[in-house]
């Protein structure tokens, strides 16, 4: 059966496996992600415990990822990605274990939210790295979209079934089915039939690994240029996800359902978004995509920072949610698309540190400028923030968009002919004729 151009990454087996088992498992995360906001703001009440809470749970990402990067490019990446998942079922199971028990204190929280921050920094590049080897690189800009997508459709229906759940028996029961939806992805990987990735061997210390995923990043602009954008949006823009329990609560007069149906709903912006980048064909434009994307992203967290009414709110978090999808994923399809496989896992790792690492600063300062000043006018001022920067990137594109093209020719070229699908003018990273 032909699939959809949409869909096109599904007739790998192993990614249909991962697929599966992923979204099921996503599920389960989006709902412990909205149950322990909850928790902490019901326990404490506070803003800045809010923003801490985030923080502690990304800073690991930034401290330990260079480290995941070297493993992701030394190990097998299926191996790691079924320990990491193990690691998090866990870590969720004691979490439930606790709340349920009425044991539960804020400390716990903490030092599990850190722990699992400590396991998605050894994840989070190895699960982006190993998208390739699923589907390999004529179907990668699909697979990166439908992955997307997948966490997306996720974040519609997990949001909004915490919402209900912890309404109605409590948070604890979230983080149970969370770490029951593991179970599904962790099969799924077991009964993947992965080609075995030859090890080259590697010169120098693990320090010297590292250095040389950062030298990559440094030295070619189109790659340093697009994860400084995602930095600035992750530190400024990406807290808003934070802070949203007050505004479900204080702006909107709302409560544990009314934050599942806004997270919902920036999932179902997220989630168009992510399929409109999965039936594009190929990178033509997508330069312009990331610039467009950030500028609406930040254009429209200003107007949310701003809005009173639950409507208007809602449905200003749909282009939210579609902007940062397509911002997001257009960067990560052009970095995967310039990087050679043996710096795979460590330049993912400096992606993670900047989309991952960089979120939890945000939280913490945003947590304490909510404190201060307001989450409205916290949110507000990142969206104004995200915009500049936007038009920032988009004014250096021309300079950078040689050098890209280069970088992607290389990579075409090392891995055999390059795929029709990304021939020709795909290469110029310009947008399409209008």
Known sequence: MKL?????????????????????????????????????Y?????????????????????????AGGIVADRYSRRSIVVGTQTAS???????????????????????????????????????????VDMVGRADL??????????????????????GILVASIGEGWCFFANAVSYI????????????????????????????????????????HSLLVLLAVVSITGMPYAVLMPIFAVRVLHGGAQTLGWLMGVTGVGALAGALVLASKR?????????????LVFGIALAA????????????????????MMIEMGSSNTLIQSMVPDRLRGRVMSVYSMMFMGMAPIGSLLAGAAADKIGASWTVAAGGIVC???????????????????????????????????????SLELEPESE
């Open 89 to 131: 079922m866990a870590l969720a199971l004691a979490l439930a274990l606790l709340t349920l028990s009425g044991a539960v204190r804020i400390w716990h929280i903490f030092a599990l939210a850190a722990l699992l921050g400590a396991v998605n920094a050894f994840d989070i590049p190895a699960r982006q790295a190993f998208i």
């Open 184 to 223: 599904a992805v962790i099969a799924g990987l077991l009964l993947m039939q992965v080609a075995r990735r030859e090890r080259l061997p590697e010169a120098g210390s693990p320090f010297s690994r590292v250095i040389e995923g950062f030298r990559f990043v440094i030295a070619n602009p189109p790659v």
């Open 387 to 425: 915009a500049v920067s936007a038009m920032v990137f988009w004014a250096r594109l021309p300079l950078i968009r040689v050098h890209a093209r280069r970088l992607i020719v290389a990579q075409q070229m090392a891995g055999g002919d390059p795929p029709q699908e990304m021939t020709g003018g």
């Open 304 to 323: 949310f920072g701003a809005s009173r009414r639950l409507p208007l709110s809602a449905a200003i978090l749909v282009v939210v949610g579609f902007s």
């Open 282 to 294: 190929d990178l033509t434009g997508l330069g312009r995509w990331v610039a467009r994307s950030a």
């Open 42 to 66: 019901r326990l404490t009440g506070s803003a800045v415990l809010l923003g801490a809470i985030g923080f502690a749970g990304q800073i690991p990402v930034f401290l330990l990822a260079p």
């Open 4 to 40: 959809p151009v949409t869909l096109r990454a599904l007739r790998h087996r192993n990614f249909q496996l991962f697929f599966g088992g992923q979204l099921i498992s996503l599920v389960g995360t989006w709902m412990q992600s909205i149950a322990q906001a909850w928790l902490v």
């Open 141 to 162: 800009m699909n697979a990166i979209a439908l992955n997307s997508s997948m966490f997306n459709a996720s974040r519609i229906v997990g949001p909004a079934v915490a």
